[in-house]
């Protein structure tokens, strides 16, 4: 409800709602305003350590929110068990190593959330694998152990098995870091797809290539802030947000994001 004590807009996907997430106690997110509108893919763009993976995983519940409000579909987080909906892809690090299991299984898994418990796979469960398997060009690697793929292919098994969970929201962090061409363009051409059946998509990105003609809108973060929300940025704008390659060994403790000179700086809001 809110304040006035009127029901969410429950067509809305995403609204972050002044929303702060410390980890260690160090701030990491300040007040992040964000909605996402239905149907929209918008793009988080960022220096490195800005705070655009701890916005998704604030976003999909994996971290908690220190204030503030995330609301899905027009349910505060805590409320919100339509989980089936949300599709995540996380960073390619964190995900299938060392797993082993074939493609088709790791595919297969993103369907648990669509099954009813202890039911067997049904006829449109396995459609769902098969057409997911397909889109990111998979198919022929089905029964292929994952660890055998590339980094680049093992990423698009992550994609295909939340594709196979038909989410109207689908949240990717960083898909394409990393990634070849052939295997950018395989992915813009599997959102496309998603997006055509109308899913909300928010991807977290530092190369946006292929991607860039699907994007309705860029959010660019800085130390946490949301610096920049508007129209998509141009390719060559979103170059000055470019990985520097040296600042994972920079101490922590501080804040790390390299100084960037570009449009942002004057386009910031939200400061204090
Ligand atoms: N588990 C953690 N423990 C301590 N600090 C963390 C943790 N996760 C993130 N941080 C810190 O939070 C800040 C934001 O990190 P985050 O990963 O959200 O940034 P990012 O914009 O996604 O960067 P990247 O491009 O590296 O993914 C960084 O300063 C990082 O060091």
Redesign the pocket.
Known sequence: MTPAGLPYDVTVPVVLDQVSVA??G?P?LRDVDLTVHAGDMVTLL??????????VRALTGLLPVARGEVRLYGTPLDDFGDWQRVGFVP?RSTATGGVPATVREVVASGRVGRRRLLRPTSAADRRAVESALDVVGLADRASHGVSQLSGGQQQRVLIARALAGEPDLLVLD?PTAGVDLPNQQALADALRRLKERGATIVL?A?EIGPMMPLIDRTVV?RD?WVAYDGPPLTQEVASHTH?HPHEHDVP?GH??APHVSSPFDWERRNRP
Request: net charge neutral.
């Open positions: 980890i260690g160090r990491i960022g220096p490195n350590g800005s705070g655009k993976s701890t916005l960073q960083e977290v530092h973060m946490g990985h922590g804040d790390h």
